[in-house]
């Protein structure tokens, strides 16, 4: 039944693409655009169907299914629970059932689907309509301090302190690496709706940091529990590129249009190539460790400081990592933007993986400093020292103009990222206590980041960058405002959300269950795109007809 009920939406999903590639277009869609077009247009209809299968009672009830199939993963024997499962069986001529598990999958499709679409239209059509930006200083931090100090009527302690001894309140807790993420993530979204360009230095140490995560987290995770295989691999890597494949497929984006993606990409595998490189040995050979940090450092220096190399080892990767967009009007050579963002934190991922290894010292030593009241003047002593640092880097370093500041940031972020982590962490208080509303926005920075381009602001069509607003409400700026964040946050959840759910589905911790998913997405992926073709060609009208 199932079978012929797909069947069915894939031809009606067909014929719905066709009737949009025979219409005249602002952006014309391209065979790939009309491959994932019917894909999403079949996972809302299955999904809709099943719905109303199981809502209005044509199959029978999922808990006979779902205790069978508790009873059989639990290893009950036939005998044990054979009545159980005739009982579960659908009756003659009902519709049958399908597994929990697969209607997560389709909600999640379905939903992933439905976003993309309004995607689409916020962005790309004129259904939706768009507004000149204007840059104000008032207005961006008149935002973002509103922000700040609502945030400070939530601030607790964190989960973590909450069971912590007198001797024991680490650093860097989860909860104050997502408040960090966030606010920082509110600035950059800021700088970018009202074109702060006074705040491009800071912008370029706000990603600084979140490369430097990128080598804390995964450094930590990796030293710690050890866990080389390849389940949790394809999970980081799913996490990071899911929900930007489909938005590039969608609106025809090439993927250094979202360069955040392939940075964090590029510097997880180089931590993870670090680690499991000698991996038995980690732990046991402190030399070890650090030669092999220290070779990546001369790796570093050798890939982007020694001219040629670079481009030598990215050439075979031109095709996905070119930027051709309007951002330099066809001025540059390909891999020009790949190659500045890459270099502008190509150290700062290293000093990430040295704070982690150091992480268990600096811990002992901050709560040192709790117990023992006579090494106060340690503390004070180390906090002004520490500010002293960051301001001599602020006034020297961090003023410099945009050019002249990029030449040194790759060899400097790592003094204002190191101050910070210190100064936040300098007392008892500072580690216990964390602002919530930040640290709920650090935990969809990713969404966020790809979806301000199409749903919260406008771009200029295919590799464009956003240079208008979104606006669902025309002359009332601040209440469109309002509207168009709120819309633009839920959204961005829910991405989130769907991401985490379809990777717990399709990406299970099990290189067996793994191969065979990915097998069949493979699968359902080449008879899309072999049908996006051929619906390409046979309806895009004349002029459409090379997109």
Not at 242 to 251: A, N, Y
């Amino acid at each position: 039944f199932w079978a012929v009920l797909i069947t069915c939406n894939v031809g009606l999903s067909v014929a719905l693409v066709a009737m949009i590639c025979a219409s005249p277009l602002d952006h014309a869609l391209n065979p790939w655009q009309a491959s994932v077009a019917i894909a999403y247009f079949v996972a809302i209809l299955t999904w809709v169907q099943a719905e109303a299968v199981q809502q209005l009672g044509i199959s029978p009830a999922f808990t006979r299914l779902q205790l069978s199939e508790m009873a059989s993963a639990l290893g009950s024997s036939d005998e044990e629970d054979g009545d159980d499962k005739s009982e579960g069986d659908a009756p003659t001529g009902c519709v049958p059932a399908i597994s929990d598990s697969y209607l997560g999958f389709l909600r999640a499709a379905a939903e992933m689907g439905v976003i993309m679409i309004v995607m689409y239209i916020c962005d790309r059509t004129s259904l939706v309509g768009k507004g000149p930006k204007h840059a104000s200083k008032p207005e961006f931090w008149g935002v973002f301090l509103l922000l700040v100090l609502l945030s400070f009527f939530g601030l607790r302690k964190s989960h973590d302190s909450k069971v912590s001894t007198v001797a024991d309140v680490k650093p860097l807790q989860r909860e104050q690496t997502e408040e960090w993420k966030g606010w920082m993530q509110v600035m950059f979204l800021l700088y970018h709706y009202w074109m702060a360009a006074e705040m491009y230095n800071a912008i370029r140490m706000f990603i600084a940091a979140y490369i430097w995560m990128t080598g804390f987290g995964n450094f930590s995770y990796y030293y710690t529990k050890e866990d080389f295989g390849m389940p949790r691999f394809v999970q980081m890597m799913w996490r990071l590129n899911f929900l930007v494949f489909f938005v590039c497929l969608t609106l025809n984006n090439e993927y250094m249009l979202y360069y955040i993606c392939p940075l964090h990409t590029l510097f997880t595998v180089m931590v993870y190539a670090t680690l499991w490189l000698g991996h038995t040995r980690n732990r046991a050979n402190a030399t070890f460790l650090m030669g092999k940090i220290f070779g990546m450092l001369l790796l570093s220096t050798l890939i982007w400081d020694v001219p040629g190399v670079f481009d030598t080892l990215s050439a075979p990767l031109t095709p996905l990592l070119r930027y051709s967009g309007d951002l330099y009007q066809g001025n540059r050579a390909a891999l020009y933007e790949w190659h500045f963002r890459s270099y502008l934190d190509h150290f700062v991922w290293i000093f990430g993986m040295l704070i982690a290894y150091g992480f268990p010292k600096f811990d002992a030593w901050l709560n040192k400093l709790d117990i023992d009241e006579e090494r106060q003047t340690i503390r004070w002593a180390a906090i002004a020292a520490v500010s002293s640092v960051f301001a001599a880097w602020f006034v020297l370093i961090g003023c410099k103009g945009k050019f002249e500041y990029n030449a040194l940031h790759p060899y400097t972020s790592f003094i204002p990222i190191g101050c910070y982590i210190f100064l936040r962490n300098s007392t008892r208080w500072l580690r216990e206590h964390v602002l919530p509303a930040w640290c709920e926005i650090g935990k969809y920075t990713l969404e966020t980041y790809i979806c301000q381009f199409h749903i919260w602001m406008r771009t200029t069509g295919e590799n464009g960058n956003p240079k208008s607003l979104l606006v669902f409400l025309p002359g009332w700026f601040w209440l469109n405002f309002v509207v168009v964040s709120a819309f633009y946050v839920f959204l961005s959840i829910r991405l989130f959300k769907i991401t985490l759910a379809l990777k717990d589905i399709c990406v299970p911790n099990d290189v067996r269950a793994i191969v065979i998913n990915v097998s069949k997405i493979g699968s359902g992926a080449v008879g899309f795109a072999a049908l996006g073709l051929a619906t390409h060609r046979a309806f895009a009208l004349p002029n459409n007809a090379s997109a």
